[in-house]
Each structure stands twice: as C-alpha cells, then as structure tokens.
C-alpha cells in the first residue's frame, strides 16, 4: 500500500529504447506503450514541429519544400541534437501525461555516439521532465530483453540489427568483455537497393519503397522458391513512372555487400573471444536482435558462415525496450551498470 503511494507520488518511470529507426518507450509496471519511427517533420518556415513517428516516416520523400522529413539519428550517430531533442521530449510527453511527477527515466542510446551526447541526451531527458536520467549501453539491453543470463560467468553473444547500426557484443558476470559496432544496418541495405535499381533498371526507388522491397522480398540466403515481383518507381530516362519485374535472387545480390560486412563483424568478434567464452557460445548460440534480424535467411547464413548456432530472439524490434524496462524495473539492482548525470 505504501508502495503504491510512492510510486504515484513519483509518477511512472521510464525507459525509452532512442533507436536510429524506431523510439520505443517503456513504462514501469506497464511494460511498452509507445513505438514510434524516429523521424521529425520540421516546418522550415518557423522551426516547429510538423508531425513527429508514424506520421512523419508517411512524409519521407514526399514532403513540400518547406517541410523535412528527419531522421535526428541517421547513422548511429545524433545527426541533428535540437531535433533529437524535440523528438524525445514529444515521446515523453505523449506518455507523461501528470506533470507534477518527476519519473526517472533509463534511455538506451546506440554506442556510436560520444560521451558529450551522452550527457546531452540526458539533459534533455530531464528537461522533459525526467528527475534523474541513466543511459545503458544497447548490446547490454538488448541482451537482458533476449532473456540472456548476462549475470552468469559464461558468454554469452548478442547481434543487434538496428536501422544505423549493428552492435555486436560478448557479455559476461554482467560486462561487455568484447564488442563492434559498425554503421551498417537495415539502412544501408534499402540504400543498397536503390543503387541496385538504378543501375539494372535505370529506375528511381524512394527510401520507403526501398524498405518494403527488402522487407517483403529481402534475402540472405537462398530460398527455398525464389520469386519475382513488380516494383514501382520513376524511370531515369523518361521522368515517367515506370514498373519493373525484379527476382529474390536480384534483391539477395543487391543487398551483399552489407549483409557481409554484417557477417564480417560477427565474425571479427569471435575472433577476439577468449578460447573460454568461445566455448560456451558454441553451446549457448549467437542471439540476433533487433529489426535487421527479421532478415529473411539472416539466421541461416550467419550459422553457416560461423559455424555456431544462431537464434533470432522472440520479437527482435522490442528486446532493447524490454531490457531497458527489466533494468527499470529492478532499478536497484542494475543501478551500478548505468551512467548517470549527478543527482540533484
Ligand atoms: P533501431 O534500433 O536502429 O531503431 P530497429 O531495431 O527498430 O532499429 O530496426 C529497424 C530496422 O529493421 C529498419 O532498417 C527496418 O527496415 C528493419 N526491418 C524491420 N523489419 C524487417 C524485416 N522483416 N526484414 C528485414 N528488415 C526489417
Ligand atoms: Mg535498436
């Protein structure tokens, strides 16, 4: 009963997952209440907001000249911080809805970015409303979220996909004891299709096109019936819309080149693990999170290329939210894990 006072005297905590391609946020006791595209729709003509998630990816590509589509944290990197800022604070709003409550607040952020973004990031959690802030690292979250043992002294690997990024890391007794992080990701094969198209067909694809083509026809492996399909788009030479017939087998080539720097990466990892944890990861297989490792065939190619065996953990896109709420959710236990701005 007294638990139940204090907590809505200090209002719900949060976690918020603050990925290259999606937002989610977490709410303690609740579990995630909000998913969103990481994207801004800025109005050039007085520097407000337009639309923020959903609303503003529907905009990408299409909008008038005075509107853009951002994306604040493009390649795993904050590209545009006063953007990022906004984007944050209208998530947080949109689920904080008592404002006298100061909620502490876990954000997850991708690791490419500095420790001076870091505390920004931060900073604008708590101008958002947040009383205390705490960042956890991604490959740590998204390993709690896939149910790993990360406590236990065993190894275990965690793949995370992401839309800028793919994080690739070794935890032990609660630390990263080797990790990768490079700036390929589920982005890198939609630009990978549209300079494939160009090429082959002489055919402009916009990014959402790009997307839904890899989503519904992407491959890393071959399948078992390879199909064709039509795609549309606007012809090069003519201007003109133009629709063309394209093959699995096109799209898996188009796409190589970064599902192999993906593979390398994993591959490079393994090869720094000490001879120990290389032996519990052949028993306890690579885990793969996050929304590349819907990638069709994904997981049988890494198998084959590693040797090792390979799961794609339940509901790849939520597992950096949900270790961030499990974090928050036992807060005292993971506090000494997370960074953390001083308290005031
Ligand atoms: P981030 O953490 O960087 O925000 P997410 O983990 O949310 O990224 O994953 C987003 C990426 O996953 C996008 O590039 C998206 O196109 C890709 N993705 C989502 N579903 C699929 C799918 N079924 N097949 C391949 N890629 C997918
Ligand atoms: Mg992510």
Known sequence: MIEKNKFSLLGRDMAVDLGTANTLVYVRGRGIVLSEPSVVAIDDRDGKVYAVGAQAKQMIGRTPSNIRAIRPLRDGVIADFE??????????????????????????????????????????????????????????????????????????????????????????????????????????????????????????LGERTAEEIKIQMGSAYPLQEEMKAQIRGRDLVTGLPKTVVISTEQIRQAIEEPVQAIIDAVKSTLDRTPPELSSDLMEQGIVLTGGGALLNGLATRLQVETNMPIVVADDPLNCVAMGSGMCLENLEVFERMLKTTPSR
């Open 83 to 204: 953007v990022c800022e906004k984007m944050l604070r209208y998530f947080i709003h949109r689920v904080h809805q008592r404002r006298f409550a100061k909620p502490r607040m876990i954000i997850c952020v991708p690791s490419g970015i500095t420790g001076v973004e870091q505390r920004a990031v931060m900073e604008a959690a708590e101008f958002a409303g947040a009383r205390k802030a705490y960042i956890i690292e991604e490959p740590m979250a998204a390993a709690i979220g896939a149910g790993l043992p990360i406590n236990e002294p065993t190894g275990n690997m965690v793949v995370d996909i992401g839309g800028g990024t793919t994080e690739v890391a070794v935890i032990s007794l609660g630390g990263i004891v080797n990790s990768a992080s490079i700036r390929v990701g589920g982005d890198e094969l939609d630009e990978a299709i549209i300079t494939f198209v160009k090429k082959e067909f002489q055919l402009a």
